[in-house]
């Protein structure tokens, strides 16, 4: 039932950008997703798709893998769009029907905005997809540690996720098992009005929480015993390696996000020159 | 016949990098009154076989039909399916969830609509089934009882539906010798009353030749082979190569004919055993 959610889920291969450092995978992914934000153009949003293209491509993720990350925020998407067609106006009118006005303007810029929200999903999930939660979570610990000289605490906050991310796959199996036990005693989730739907999901909380605490208790007892204290002289199995992916990645995604930049600065002086580029 | 299983097939997560062939091929029947011991390691499909007994696991190909229920039309009427089938899943007390062990044990039954007369007759009768005290248990909240009573009132949660077959998946799993021996007492009990047929996943060995009237032997999805607790010697070598053992008894057995003793097959008891033994011994000191 829930083996289906495709957030944060990671696709194994052995590919160009799954064997990319982790850390800096965070850090292009944030440059590639500001970069979105400066791209005013089509021309640049084709761009990005020649990027996003090669980066589906570098990762080996099924592109159907990719485009699922997009379920999740449909709704939000045309929501916007249709708020953007209705709402923004300039340029030539095309419909005007009592309060309703639908402008040039308006249509272009819902769909800017859709294909802007499109790639920051699609490039945002391919970080989760081709990055294991540990080495995440170990790339989030090493990039917020300058986080440190203020006393924020760095190491429980990677901690809590990493637990957090550990537990969740363990928690999905529980509720799982839970759900078909249930049923087996034939509980129905699917059939009724709200209310009655929502009662019907006591029988699976009670037994979750009480198999969480039960966890969390276990853990924190393993823990112990195990002398964990913290951050204090812990050390990693598994060391972040920055390689000639790391390099070659950096330079395309850079290279990128100079082009963007370049196109927004130059925007006054181009703009006579090649029209077409910012539409 | 109780349960008909033709070349089932099933695949998780199909087309996917996570695709795996559960089951391949599964032929089984099960007769009426017979107990079934399902042996096999962890991986080898035995809980996803058994969860398509009842419909958890939605029928991918191949032909199961389960009392007269055939999961292959496009309606399956699942709620009878369900009252059909108990089953009891491992460690089934995660499971519990109500304020007292009255409601838990009545869950089954509310949910099949069934009179408050009706329900509080079948919870009685499930609670005195698996040997718990009604008014002692009955307004208890679960959570308060042992393991051992816990998992006897999750079984009772099950029986209060009064299933014709009951399929238990490692009922035993985390208990001590006499909680083991209470819950496989039960399920002989249950056989004698309520039900007719018994599908048991269980690892142990000695417990299966001591209970189950024919055992089938999973491996990598499919079945490797089915037989019966007797006759579980001859397959000693196999089952070793699978990394599973044959009963104690059995290899017992095996041991004495090597030594030029041949005791029958059906010494599955360390009391038949006993007296095939003295029968023997007293034959010798005869000749």
Same mark, same amino acid.
Request: overall charge positive; hydrophobic content about 45%; glycine content about 6%.
């Given at each position: 039932m829930f083996r289906d959610v495709a957030f944060g889920q990671y696709y194994p291969a052995e590919s160009f950008i799954h064997k990319m450092d982790a850390r800096i995978k965070i850090v292009l992914s944030v440059l590639y997703l500001a970069g979105i934000f400066f791209i005013q153009s089509f021309f640049g949003f084709g761009i990005i798709l020649v990027l996003l293209g090669i980066m589906i491509a570098a990762s080996k993720v099924p592109f159907g893998m990719v485009l699922r990350s997009i379920k999740p925020i449909l709704f939000l998407l045309v929501f916007t769009m249709i708020l953007n067609v209705f709402f923004v106006s300039g340029g030539t009118v095309i419909v005007e029907w009592w309060i309703i006005k639908i402008t040039s303007e308006g249509v272009l810029f819902a769909v800017?905005?859709?294909?802007?929200?499109?790639?920051?999903?699609?490039?945002?999930?391919?970080?989760?997809?081709?990055?294991?939660?540990?080495?995440?979570?170990?790339?989030?610990?090493?990039?917020?540690?300058?986080?440190?000289?203020?006393?924020?605490?760095?190491?429980?906050?990677?901690?809590?996720?990493?637990?957090?991310?550990?537990?969740?796959?363990?928690?999905?199996?529980?509720?799982?098992?839970?759900?078909?036990?249930?049923?087996?005693?034939?509980?129905?989730?699917?059939?009724?009005?709200?209310?009655?739907?929502?009662?019907?999901f006591v029988p699976i909380l009670i037994p979750l929480l009480i198999g969480a605490f039960k966890r969390a208790d276990e853990l924190a007892t393993a823990m112990d015993a195990r002398c964990y204290r913290g951050a204090k002289g812990r050390t990693k199995m598994k060391i972040l390696k920055t390689g000639w992916r790391d390099w070659v990645g950096s330079f395309v995604i850079v290279l990128f996000f100079g082009v963007v930049i370049t196109l927004n600065i130059l925007q006054p002086q181009l703009v006579e020159l090649v029209p077409w580029m910012f539409v | 016949m109780s349960i008909v299983v033709e070349n089932l097939n099933y695949v998780y997560n199909p087309k996917t990098a996570f695709e795996k062939h559960a089951l391949i091929d599964v032929n089984l029947t099960v007769d009426e009154g017979e107990f079934l011991a399902i042996i096999g390691h962890t991986g080898s499909g035995k809980s996803t076989f058994v969860q398509h007994l009842n419909g958890l696991i939605k029928l991918q190909s191949g032909k199961i039909v389960v009392d007269g229920i055939d999961l292959t039309q496009k309606k399956v009427d699942y709620k009878l399916l369900r009252a059909t089938v108990g089953m009891v899943f491992q460690y089934p007390e995660y499971q519990l969830f109500a304020d007292t062990v009255y409601n838990d044990v009545a869950f089954g039954p509310k949910?099949?609509?069934?009179?408050?007369?009706?329900?509080?007759?079948?919870?009685?009768?499930? =609670?005195?089934?698996? $040997?718990?005290?009604?008014?002692?248990?009955?307004?208890? %909240?679960?959570?308060?009882?042992?393991?051992? #009573? /816990?998992?006897?009132?999750?079984?009772?949660?099950?029986?209060?539906?009064?299933?014709?077959?009951?399929?238990?998946?490692?009922?035993?799993?985390?208990?001590?010798?006499?909680?083991?021996?209470?819950?496989?007492?039960?399920?002989?009990?249950?056989?004698?009353?309520?039900?007719?047929?018994?599908?048991?996943?269980?690892?142990?060995?000695?417990?299966?030749?001591?209970?189950?009237?024919?055992?089938?032997?999973?491996?990598?999805?499919?079945?490797?082979?089915?037989?019966?607790?007797?006759?579980?010697?001859?397959?000693?070598?196999?089952?070793?190569?699978?990394?599973?053992?044959?009963?104690?008894?059995?290899?017992?057995?095996?041991? =004495?004919?090597?030594? $030029?003793?041949?005791?029958?097959?059906?010494?599955?008891? %360390?009391?038949?055993?006993?007296?095939?033994? #003295? /029968?023997?011994?007293?034959?010798?000191?005869?000749?």
């Open positions: 800017r905005m859709a294909l802007r929200l499109l790639f920051l999903v699609m490039g945002a999930s391919l970080l989760t997809l081709t990055t294991t939660p540990v080495d995440l979570t170990h790339a989030i610990e090493k990039l917020l540690k300058p986080l440190n000289v203020i006393h924020f605490p760095v190491h429980e906050l990677a901690l809590i996720m990493s637990i957090a991310l550990r537990f969740i796959p363990s928690l999905m199996e529980e509720t799982d098992r839970i759900i078909r036990a249930q049923t087996a005693r034939g509980a129905d989730f699917e059939s009724g009005n709200i209310i009655k739907r929502a009662k019907a | 949910n099949l609509k069934l009179s408050s007369q009706e329900i509080d007759e079948r919870v009685r009768e499930a =609670l005195n089934l698996v $040997g718990l005290n009604f008014d002692y248990v009955s307004q208890k %909240s679960p959570f308060e009882l042992s393991g051992g #009573e /816990k998992r006897r009132v999750a079984i009772a949660g099950v029986i209060a539906m009064r299933p014709k077959i009951l399929v238990l998946d490692e009922p035993t799993a985390g208990l001590d010798p006499s909680g083991k021996n209470e819950i496989l007492n039960l399920v002989t009990k249950l056989r004698e009353t309520t039900v007719h047929t018994v599908v048991m996943i269980n690892h142990d060995m000695d417990e299966v030749a001591r209970y189950a009237t024919k055992v089938a032997v999973f491996d990598k999805g499919s079945v490797k082979f089915v037989t019966t607790p007797q006759k579980l010697y001859l397959k000693r070598d196999e089952l070793v190569q699978m990394g599973l053992d044959i009963p104690t008894l059995a290899k017992l057995k095996l041991y =004495l004919s090597s030594k $030029g003793i041949e005791v029958g097959e059906d010494c599955l008891t %360390s009391e038949k055993m006993t007296r095939e033994l #003295e /029968k023997l011994a007293k034959g010798g000191e005869n000749v």
